[in-house]
């Protein structure tokens, strides 16, 4: 029997084994039972009320957006060219602190185009938060962006001075352009917006979202916000039709009073044919960083101790019972039997993890959507969704790989208790722990123990503003490190097996 025909038959005989005791068959059904009971009671007893005190709308495609700043603006129908310069823009100084608690925490620096002080212009689908809309705008420290419907983003030339904007209505697409001098233009890109009536608000608007602040550590975590605001300058205004230019603050651009800063979110003046706009708000994207994916996905710790106990025991128990003898006597190559068993093992704890994970996010996110965890702040998840889809299969293979690692360990060890409480322990250990550091400190946790595997649960981006430590990194970089645990355990079982008797 040559050895790539004794592999598989190696490979039937370990899943013989798996499935012949009845007590593992029992375990790895407790272990998506687990899964799945644990997430319905624990989505039962989750409630928000985010909706109730939102900063966002539902923008056009669904999604939670911000839509706040100040707009000079007045109604076209039809094609349209709008020419201004941004002759300046620069913060706009505040009065007096907003609370001074903030400076106790660590503010937050997103490097996203949406989250900069700005002055452009605009075509909107009304003045209603969260309507379609194309913007040209220059940035504070980026340049220059053309943006649309609050996730697209073009970007132009990276010039921090004066420029020259233009947007050319064509049907349903907006063209944007910039220059350095107002006679050589360069195309910026072309913006296709969801829904842009025939009538639409044309003008020019200043934003400047809020600073945000975060604190965590001790188990919990907390956000606060700064509000800024921004003044710029702007000439040459030119648009192809006449009509009056009418200041509105629009969403929630209203949150400084007379002692803060701005006033009615914002104020514009003309003097000589150019106006000076004083704005606040952010106009973009604005996700809360609570996840419902991970939330359906609580339960996976409870199937996960299960599977670690599988694990354990599909190596510990031959020892026990001197099978290990029988079976290397069969198999001299120690390697392809330790290669056999995890294989057989990582495979069905996969399936067993996709059955919980598939289960688990079926059951609570309607548990969840009951709970106000439904629009705007939380579009409805669907297995169709590319992040969600992610989240299940490495959830699954983060299952997979430390029932893996529990087997290396029980070949490691050969003693039942102590190779589960070690393997239990690498993962459980770094998360309290990580609940309790300060700050961004857990990080390096998460990059080095099998606790990092939890990110795989997450479908939004990694944040510093939640509690559990495992949302400090994203889900390919926990997943990553669960397999160099694989590795590196396997290896240091394998160099075992060949030095020690059976």
């Known amino acids: 029997m040559t050895a790539r025909e004794s592999f598989p038959r190696l490979l039937l005989a370990e899943w013989t084994k798996l499935r012949s005791v009845r007590r593992w068959v029992v375990t790895l059904l407790a272990a998506a039972a687990l899964t799945v009971g644990l997430s319905y009671l624990a989505a039962s007893g989750s409630r928000t009320n985010i909706n109730e005190h939102a900063e966002f709308v539902s923008g056009p495609h669904g999604d939670p957006v911000a839509d706040d700043f100040y707009f000079v603006h007045q109604p076209v ?105 107002g006679t050589a233009w360069r195309k910026v890109g072309t913006a296709t917006p969801k829904h842009l009536p025939s009538t639409v608000e044309v003008g020019f608007y200043v934003s400047s979202p809020a600073a945000v602040y975060t604190s965590r550590g001790g188990g919990s975590s907390s956000v606060g916000e700064r509000p800024t605001s921004a003044r710029a300058a702007f000439d040459n205004v030119r648009l192809s039709s006449e009509g009056a230019w009418h200041g509105e603050a629009i969403g929630r651009a209203d949150r400084l009073d007379g002692k803060g800063g701005v006033r009615a979110g914002g104020r514009v003046t003309e003097a000589g044919g150019g106006y000076t706009v004083v704005g606040t708000g952010t106009v973009g994207p604005r996700p809360p960083d609570d996840d419902m994916v991970e939330i359906a996905l609580v339960g996976v710790i409870a199937g996960l101790m299960a599977l670690i106990a599988i694990g354990v025991l599909s190596a510990t128990s031959e020892y026990r019972r001197g099978m290990i003898r029988t079976t290397f006597a069969a198999t001299p190559r120690r390697g392809r039997v330790l290669a056999a068993k995890a294989i057989v093992l990582g495979a069905t704890s996969f399936l067993v993890g996709l059955v919980g994970a598939v289960g688990a996010f079926a059951l609570a996110v309607p548990a969840l959507r009951e709970r106000g965890f439904t629009t705007p702040a939380f579009p409805r998840p669907s297995l169709a969704d590319p992040p969600v889809l992610r989240a ?37 250990a770094p998360l309290i722990v990580g609940m309790i550091l300060p700050g961004t400190s857990p990080r390096w946790l998460m990059y080095t123990t099998l606790a990092g595997g939890m990110a795989t649960q997450r479908a939004k981006p990694p944040t510093v503003t939640l509690a559990e430590p495992w949302a400090l990194i994203g889900p390919w970089a926990g997943i990553g490190v669960v397999a160099a645990w694989v590795a590196l355990t396997l290896g240091l079982a394998w160099w075992q097996l060949r030095r020690r008797d059976a």
Not at 103 to 121: C, E, H, Q, V, Y
Not at 132 to 154: E, K
């Open 77 to 181: 129908t039809g094609d349209t060219t709008l020419t201004v310069r941004v002759a300046s823009l620069e913060p706009e100084p505040f009065g007096r602190d907003v609370d001074p608690e903030l400076d106790r925490m660590t503010r937050l620096d997103d490097p996203s185009p949406f989250a900069r002080p700005a002055a452009g212009i605009m075509l909107k689908d009304g003045t209603r938060p969260g309507s379609s809309y194309a913007s040209l705008m220059l940035t504070a420290g980026q340049g220059v962006h053309l943006q649309w419907d609050f996730d697209a983003d073009r970007r132009g030339s990276a010039s921090s001075g004066a420029r020259w904007l233009r947007l050319v209505r064509s049907g349903a697409t907006i063209t944007g352009y910039e220059s350095a001098d």
């Open 392 to 428: 299940l299969l490495l959830t699954a293979a983060f299952l997979a790989g430390v029932a893996v690692v529990g087997l290396a360990i029980g070949v490691l060890l050969r003693h039942t208790a102590a190779a589960i409480t070690i393997t239990v322990l690498l993962v459980l």
